[in-house]
């Protein structure tokens, strides 16, 4: 089993940046790909970032050029560095990760002012 604990959010004024963190703990060898994922009030979650393994990274198109995921292996950790932040950004942030099964972090909330 895979445990996810993500840490980092906060408020922050427009144009700001967060970086957040996402610890895995468990049986992180099998762990094939970390992601992060938003869900804003009354919407549907949504995909911000995924990496792979091998260092393969997709961005949702909304925070391209904005956002950039990255992992330490050494400390079994994936960062999610958001920069320039919209109001629009607002939303609660999960961390997942993927093995044969998909496990959730319980959510940092990410909150930028205008």
């Known amino acids: 089993q895979v445990q996810l604990v993500e840490s980092g959010g906060g408020l922050v004024q427009a144009g700001g940046s967060l970086r957040l963190s996402c610890a895995a703990s468990?049986?992180?060898?099998?762990?094939?790909?970390m992601g992060w994922y938003r869900q804003a009030p009354g919407k549907q979650r949504e995909l911000v970032a995924i990496?792979?393994?091998?260092?393969?990274?997709t961005y949702a198109d909304s925070v391209k050029g904005r956002f950039t995921i990255s992992r330490d292996n050494t400390k079994n950790t994936v960062y999610l560095q958001m920069s320039i932040l919209k109001p629009e950004d607002t939303a609660v942030y999960l961390c997942?990760?993927?093995?044969?099964?998909?496990?959730w972090g319980q959510g940092t909330q990410v909150t930028v002012s205008s």
């Open positions: 997942y990760a993927q093995t044969f099964s998909v496990y």
């Open positions: 468990g049986s992180i060898f099998t762990i094939n790909l």
């Open positions: 990496i792979t393994s091998t260092n393969r990274t």
